[in-house]
C-alpha cells in the first residue's frame, strides 16, 4: 500500500499486512524507517500528522503513535505527540544503519555507530542509575501468580538433610574448606553426565563451571566476556534480569524479535555481529515458546559464521508439557559458540543458588580468572550434597515429578482463567516452563488489569515489563508452578470479580489507552 | 560526664552510658581518643591514675585499665599499669608523611594523570590478561605455612548442624527461598550487634550487606564504586586478591607505602585523589603490623576532606596477640566514607563464604542494585544458621579460642624458627592475623629460599609476591592458625634442612640480591 503525505513527500514501501502475526505498528515502524533510510523525506521533514496517516493507512491512531514514538526513541524523529514529527535533522549524514536498528541504550555512547566492538566512555553510576532495581526483583513472599519460582514444598528435604549428614561424616575436613576454582569435581562430573542425558549438552566435566546462581552465571559471562560498547542482542521481550547484567557491563542492547517460532537471528547484522546472543530456546522467556528447528540452525550459523557467542539460558527449559522436552541447542552446535547455563534454583529450590555454565574448552583459561575474582563459590557441603543427590538420581525423579505436578496446575489455571477470567483474557497454552501468558481481550486495558491485580492481592506482571516490543498484542503473566490448585482457583476468582467490578467503569469511562485498542 | 585530670587537663567529652549495649571500657576508650585527638593531653603529658579516674567516673578499676591498654596497644599512649600512663611522646607531630610516588598502571592508560574519575578505554580482554591467575590462588590442599587460613578442623561443626536443624525445622519454607537483596535480616541484625561490640563499628542492621564471601564483596565494591580509569590507593605489599579486583574494574592502582606504624595516606594526592583507598588496619596484609592512631587519623581526615571511599578490610583482625585487637576504623569515621569489610572465611571456616560489608547509608540505593546484578546470595539456611549461632554468643566464644590456640601455634612458630631456620631467617612477632613475616638474613636469596622450600614440599610466599617490595628487606610469609605445633615443628625442620645443604653454595656464589643486602 503506498500513500501520499499530506505534504506531499510519497510513504513508499509501507505495507500493511492484516494477516501477519507482526504488530501493525511494527509493519509500519518498519516501513518508515526503510523510508528514512531512503532519504524519501528530507531532513527536517515534517511526517504527515498522527490522525491523518492512521485514516490512511485504516490502522488506529495509537499504531501510529507508537511507531513515531519508537523511531523518537531511537533518535530518528524529533517532535511530540501533539506537536507532530519531524526528520532529525542531520539524519542523512548518519549513513545507513542495518535491519534492524540496533537499539542503542542512553548510556555507554557509542564513538561511532555501527561497530560492534568499539571503546566507549564508560562510567558506573550512569550504568547503575540506568537500572530499574523495581523490575530485578519482586519483593515479599511469593503470592500468586508471581513468574519463575518452582514449589520448594515439594522439595524433598529430609532425603538431601540425610545426603548432607552423610557426606559431611564422609569427608568434613575437605568440605570446610573452599572448592577448586570451577567447583566441587565430583559435582561437576555429575552435572556433566546429567546433561549429556537429561537435556543433549555435549561436555565433559571440564567444562562445567559451578555458579553460585544463574544471575552470577550471567554476570560471569558479561565479565568474561564483554567489553563496553560491545552490542548484545536479546529476545524482547525478555528478561530484565539478563538485560541488567548485560547493561551494568555496559553493553549496547539489540533487541532481537520473537514470535512464535522463537527469536530471530540477527541476520540484518552479518557484517558488524554482536559480541554476544542471549537466548531462552527451551521456554522462551516471557512468551514460553521453545524455539523453531528452523530457528535453531539459523541461530548456531550466525554464530559460527560471524564469531558471536550464544548463550543459551535453560533455566525454565526441564519442565515441558506438550511432547518431549527440547534438547539443548549447546548439542547442536559444533563451532563451540554455545554457552549453557541451567540452575537449580527452578529444579530444586531457589536458596540453594547452583547453577551451572557449560562453556567451550577455547574459553575456560578467561573464565577461570573471572572465576576467582567475583568470589561466590557456593558452599562445598552444599555442592557435595547435590552431587550425590544427582547422581543417585534424585534430580531426575524430582523434575519428572514436578513436571507432572505443574502440568496439571496448568491445567487448574487454563480452567480458572476459561471460568472466571474468560472476558478479559485469553491463555496462550504453555508449552514449557514455569509459567503461561495470559493475552488481553479486545478493549481490556493493561493497566486497568494491572490495578486490579493488584486490589485483588495478585501478582500479575504485564508482559510490556519485559521490554518494548512486548507492545505486540498486551498481554500478562501467570506463574503456575509455585502455587496449588487451589491457590490458583481462589486467586484467579479475586482477580475476576475485581476485573468485572471495574469493567463497567471501565467501559462507562474508557481510559485513552482502552478507546484506542477497543475495536468495539 | 566531664572530669579534671590530676594534672590539670580537662577529660571533656568522656560520657559514659550505663544503659547503652557498648560496653563501658568502649565508651571510655572512645572518648580518650577523642582527647587526644584534639589534643587535649600535651604529648608526654601524664594521664589520670587508674584508680583515680575510675572513682572519678564511678567505673571499676578493670574498665579505666582496659582503655588505657588499648590506646597503649594502639601506639598513643605509653607506660604500664604499674608506672601509669603518658600521652606517646611524638605523637602530635606525625601529621605529614612523605609522598609515595604514584604508580600508574600500564593498563588501562589514563588520557591525563591525577584525574580521579575519567573516561579511559576499557578492553574486557586486556584486563584479564593482565590477572596472574597464579597469585589469585593457591592449589590443592592447604600445607604449612600457606598464609590466610584458619583452622577449620576447630570449628565445632556438631553445634552448627545442631542450629541448622533447629531453624529448619522452625521456618524450612522461608528458608528455601531466596533471601532479601541485602542478606536474611535476622543475621544482619546479629552481625550488626556483634560488630558494634566486638569491632565497634557504628552501624545498624540496614548498613549490613551480607556478601558470599570476602572476594565477592571487594567484587561488589568495585563493581558499585569504581569506573574504568579510577585510581585506588593499596598497600604495597598487599592483597593481590584484593589488587585483581580492581584492576578487573579497570582501576589505576596507587601503591602506597607500609612502615611499621602501618599505611601513610597519600597526602600529595590530595589535589586528585584516588576514588578509593583500600586498606587492611586491624592487620596489615602481609607484614601484620597495626596501624597506628595517628596514621588512623590521617586515612579518616583525607577521606573526609577529598570525598575519597575508604575500604577496610578487616578479614584478619579479629585475632590479636597484643594487647586487646583495635577497634575499626569505621568506628572512628565520622564523616561516613569507610566501607567495613568482615568475613567468616577466617573466623569459622572458608567453604562457608559468608561475608559482610557495611556501607555508609548513602551509598545502599546503589548497593542494591549491583547486589541483585551480581547475585549469588549464600544460601538462607545457612545465613539463618549463623545469626542463630552469633545470637547465642558461639561466635564470639569461637573466636576468643582461637585466638588462644593461634597464639601458642605462633610461639611454636617462633621457637622453630629460633632453632631450626635461626641462620637464614628472623622472624617479626606478629600483632595480629593469621601468619607472621620473616625477615631473610643477610646473604640469604630470596630465590634460594622459594626453590628449598618446594623441595621440601613447603608452602613459603615471598614478600615480593604481594607487590614491589625494592625498598624493604626480602621477607617470607608463614601462615601458622590452620596447622598442629607439631605439623609447624615438622615443616621448619624440613625447611631447615634444605636450606642448609644448599646455603653452602649460596655463601659461596652469593646472588646479586645476596650480596647487596648483605652487610657482611
Not at 299 to 318: N, P, V
Not at 410 to 429: M, N, R
Not at 443 to 459: F, I, L, N, R
Request: proline share 6%; charged share 20%.
Amino acid at each position: 500500500m503506498e500513500s501520499a503525505a499530506p505534504s506531499g513527500t510519497r510513504l513508499a514501501g509501507i505495507s500493511i499486512d492484516r494477516d501477519s502475526s507482526v504488530p501493525l505498528y511494527q509493519q509500519l515502524e518498519s516501513g518508515l524507517r526503510s523510508a528514512l533510510r531512503a532519504a524519501t523525506f528530507a531532513a527536517g521533514g515534517r511526517l504527515p500528522a498522527i490522525q491523518e496517516l492512521a485514516a490512511k493507512l485504516q490502522v488506529s491512531r495509537n499504531t501510529v503513535r507508537r511507531a513515531y514514538q519508537h523511531l523518537a526513541a531511537d533518535g530518528l524523529l524529533e517532535g511530540t505527540t501533539r506537536s507532530g514529527f519531524c526528520v532529525r535533522p542531520g539524519l542523512c549524514a548518519l549513513g545507513a544503519p542495518e535491519e534492524p536498528k540496533p537499539e542503542t541504550s542512553a548510556q555507554p555512547a557509542p564513538r561511532s555507530a555501527g561497530l560492534a566492538s568499539l571503546a566507549v566512555e564508560f562510567n558506573r553510576c550512569s550504568a547503575l542509575d540506568q537500572i530499574d532495581l523495581e523490575r530485578l526483583r519482586a519483593d515479599g513472599p511469593p503470592r500468586p501468580f508471581r513468574p519463575a519460582f518452582p514449589d520448594s514444598n515439594e522439595f524433598p528435604l529430609k532425603r538431601w538433610e540425610a545426603l548432607r549428614a552423610k557426606v559431611l561424616k564422609e569427608r568434613s575436613a575437605e568440605l570446610l574448606q573452599q572448592c577448586d576454582t570451577f567447583g566441587y569435581g565430583p559435582l561437576r562430573q555429575a552435572i556433566a553426565n546429567r546433561l549429556r542425558g537429561a537435556r543433549g549438552v555435549a561436555c565433559t566435566a571440564e567444562q562445567v563451571i559451578i555458579s553460585a546462581g544463574a544471575q552470577q552465571a550471567l554476570h560471569l559471562v558479561a565479565e568474561t566476556l564483554l567489553s563496553p560498547g560491545d552490542a548484545v542482542g536479546m529476545e524482547e521481550p525478555g528478561s530484565y534480569r539478563a538485560k541488567a547484567a548485560f547493561l551494568h557491563a555496559g553493553a549496547r542492547m539489540l533487541p532481537l524479535l520473537v514470535d512464535e517460532e522463537g527469536v530471530m537471528a540477527p541476520e540484518a547484522r552479518r557484517l558488524h555481529p554482536p559480541a554476544m546472543v542471549y537466548v531462552t530456546p527451551g521456554s522462551q522467556f516471557p512468551l514460553g515458546v521453545k524455539l523453531s528447528l528452523a530457528r535453531r540452525a539459523a541461530l548456531i550459523e550466525f554464530a559460527r559464521d560471524t564469531g558471536a557467542w550464544i548463550i543459551e539460558d535453560d533455566c525454565a527449559g526441564e519442565f515441558s508439557y506438550s511432547g518431549q522436552a527440547l534438547a539443548s541447542l549447546q548439542g547442536e552446535d559444533e563451532s563451540g559458540r554455545v554457552l549453557y547455563l541451567g540452575t537449580t534454583g527452578t529444579t530444586l529450590f531457589p536458596a540453594l543458588e547452583i547453577a551451572y555454565l557449560v562453556a567451550p574448552p577455547s574459553l575456560l583459561d578467561r573464565f577461570s580468572k573471572t572465576k576467582e575474582l567475583l568470589g561466590a563459590q557456593p558452599c562445598a557441603i552444599h555442592q557435595a550434597t547435590l552431587a550425590r543427590f544427582i547422581g543417585e538420581g534424585y534430580l531426575n525423579e524430582h523434575v519428572q515429578r514436578m513436571n507432572g505436578l505443574y502440568y496439571q496446575r496448568l491445567q487448574a489455571l487454563a480452567q480458572s482463567v476459561d471460568s472466571e477470567l474468560d472476558e478479559f483474557i485469553e491463555l496462550e497454552p504453555a508449552e514449557a516452563g514455569l509459567h503461561a501468558v495470559g493475552w488481553l481481550k479486545r478493549g481490556v486495558d493493561e493497566q486497568a488489569v494491572t490495578h486490579c491485580a493488584a486490589a485483588a492481592g495478585v501478582e500479575l506482571p504485564v508482559l510490556s515489563n519485559f521490554g518494548r516490543t512486548a507492545l505486540m498484542r498486551p498481554g500478562v503473566v501467570f506463574g503456575f508452578a509455585s502455587f496449588s490448585e487451589k491457590q490458583i482457583r481462589r486467586a484467579a476468582k479475586k482477580l475476576g470479580s475485581a476485573l468485572r467490578s471495574k469493567a463497567v467503569s471501565s467501559v462507562a469511562r474508557p481510559g485513552l489507552l482502552g478507546r484506542l485498542m477497543g475495536r468495539a
